[in-house]
């Protein structure tokens, strides 16, 4: 069984609105076992709705739409089925009186192009709006609701629920494996592990997000242990580069060692300008943890607030595994990280080029200073040098015994 999510919307195109629709769909769709062929988004054009829904209808089993149900002349999705299907658009009068209520509820008039709300192809099934106006509709394999995104999951699972029962579904999930890596690139990550790509079953990606690239293995749920027994294999090869699976975050997992050892924890950042500390401080709990985080970006605040003599800084350079280290020593609790580099554009030179970057780690009495050389711009390696320090630092703290 698949699909095609036809998402409408001109704000969808123009970048006025943001879709996070169709994020949710699939993950609902994923428990029916209900795969995505093409996610199309189209602007709120009469013939260009039908042309996608003709699409969507000719390369999968059910269209799924989403948007332009409201009452207004650029709310098309109705008319463009009933287009589509040759079929009247009708009222229900029952649906129109829980209409009035619903206005007459909210002390909101009810006007004659209101009507639009309870409109459907003749033959379609409505789905009862517990918390809007407009009702979804289905018929024909081609299934409606309104954009606004509570409507749209106060409806969804029960009209998925309703097409698994009505199409007799053997409900097979969609199973979902990430694996989170940090600290190789994308392209040596996949030559090491794309021989245990061979599955014909199982599809397989690289995702490049903020917090990690992501090995991603998607399929049914009946082939889950197979999914698995390859999930071990690729730990055997990269396994010192994966940091969690799934929904982890580094910063979570760090907080939640930090925790459970009773650690105390400090940060000095230059080039990191508060990233570090701001990843760290979105976590839940941090406060009972977390002494402080100093951004200690001039040469003049890393000798007054870390009391770093002004001699080593022009010995050694701000940039320096002397300088990170030092940076440790002004901070006062059982877990410190320190953070300097050159982010670029400019300020490296040939010896310690742009993207040079020392992290150095405390834990209780013991240090390490690591040297990193990070490509991108400015923010990436920025970004990059944070979610590095977070890594080392778990690594560090899972051998703590």
Do not use: W
């Not at 794309?194 to 690289?206: A, G, R, V």
């Not at 940039?319 to 400019?346: H, Y």
């Amino acid at each position: 069984m698949n699909c095609t999510l036809l998402l409408v919307g001109t704000e969808l195109l123009n970048g006025a609105t943001l879709d996070t629709n169709s994020i949710y769909m699939a993950e609902e769709l994923n428990k029916y076992g209900i795969g995505i062929n093409y996610k199309l988004t189209v602007g709120d054009s009469l013939n260009k709705i039908v042309d996608a829904i003709t699409f969507g209808k000719e390369n999968s089993d059910l269209v799924i739409m989403s948007g332009g149900l409201g009452p207004t002349d650029d709310d098309l999705t109705k008319t463009a089925v009933s287009k589509y299907l040759n079929k009247k658009l009708l009222v229900d009068s029952d649906e129109l009186n829980e209409l009035k209520e619903k206005f007459k509820e909210r002390g909101i008039t009810f006007l004659n192009k209101n009507l639009k709300e309870v409109e459907k192809p003749e033959g379609a099934v409505s789905i009862k709006n517990d918390v809007g106006m407009a009702p979804a509709f289905f018929i024909d394999g081609i299934v409606g609701f309104p954009g606004v995104p509570r409507e749209l999951k106060n409806m969804f699972p029960k009209f998925l629920k309703m097409y698994s029962e009505e199409m007799n579904l053997n409900i097979d999930p969609i199973y979902v494996k990430d694996l989170l890596t940090v600290g190789i690139p994308e392209s040596i990550l996949e030559e090491k592990i794309k021989s245990l790509f061979k599955d014909p079953n199982i599809e397989y990606e690289f995702l490049i997000k903020d917090y990690g690239i992501i090995v991603r293995m998607q399929s049914k749920m009946s082939n889950k242990n197979t999914v698995e027994k390859i999930k071990e294999k690729i730990y055997n090869i990269i396994g010192d580069c994966i940091f969690g699976e799934d929904n982890e975050r580094l910063e979570t997992k760090v907080v939640n060692l930090l925790s459970e050892k009773n650690y105390s924890i400090s940060v000095a950042e230059s080039c990191s300008g508060g990233m570090l500390a701001e990843k760290l401080i979105s976590v839940p709990g941090i406060s009972k943890i977390f002494k402080e985080g100093i951004v200690s970006y001039s040469n003049e605040a890393k000798i007054n607030r870390l009391n770093i003599e002004e001699k080593r800084i022009d010995e050694y350079g701000a940039v320096s595994k002397e300088i990170a280290k030092d940076m440790l020593d002004g901070l006062n609790s059982d877990v410190a990280i320190s953070i300097t580099g050159f982010a670029g554009p400019t300020g490296g030179t040939e010896e310690k080029p742009v993207g040079r970057v020392y992290i150095g780690i405390k834990v209780k009495d013991k240090i390490v200073i690591f040297e990193h050389n990070f490509k991108g711009d400015r923010n990436r390696v920025r970004a990059k040098a944070v979610l590095q320090s977070l890594f080392e630092l778990c690594k560090i703290l899972e051998e703590d015994e």
